[in-house]
């Protein structure tokens, strides 16, 4: 089973940045389509950014033009550039495959306030 780790979270103010890293400890991570989630505090966990193993990205509409999803298959490091933050994108960041095919990491924390 592949293990993630997430990193890369803070608190940030309204309108600053931060990038996220995710870490797979295997190989493989290099033929999947991976992703980055979210969950919000009382909300449910939903995806955020998507990238395929070529480099093909998507995202939802909430963060189209703010976030960068991208990946180095050579290091097996997924990456979530984040700009202009806005409040409601506070909670906590997972990464996984975009079928949510392996276990989930411990999340890192990002908190969007002023």
């Known amino acids: 089973q592949v293990q993630l780790v997430e990193s890369g979270g803070g608190l940030v103010q309204p309108g600053g940045s931060l990038r996220l890293s995710c870490a797979a400890s295997a190989s493989i991570f290099n033929i999947y389509t991976m992703a980055w989630y979210r969950q919000a505090p009382g909300k449910q966990r939903e995806l955020v950014a998507q990238?395929?193993?070529?480099?093909?990205?998507e995202s939802v509409d909430s963060v189209k033009g703010r976030f960068t999803i991208s990946r180095d298959n050579a290091k097996n490091t997924l990456y979530l550039e984040m700009n202009t933050l806005k409040p409601d994108d506070t909670g906590v960041y997972y990464c996984?495959?975009?079928?949510?095919?392996?276990?989930w990491g411990q999340g890192t924390q990002v908190t969007v306030s002023s």
């Open positions: 996984n495959t975009a079928l949510m095919q392996w276990n």
């Open positions: 990238i395929s193993p070529s480099g093909y990205t």
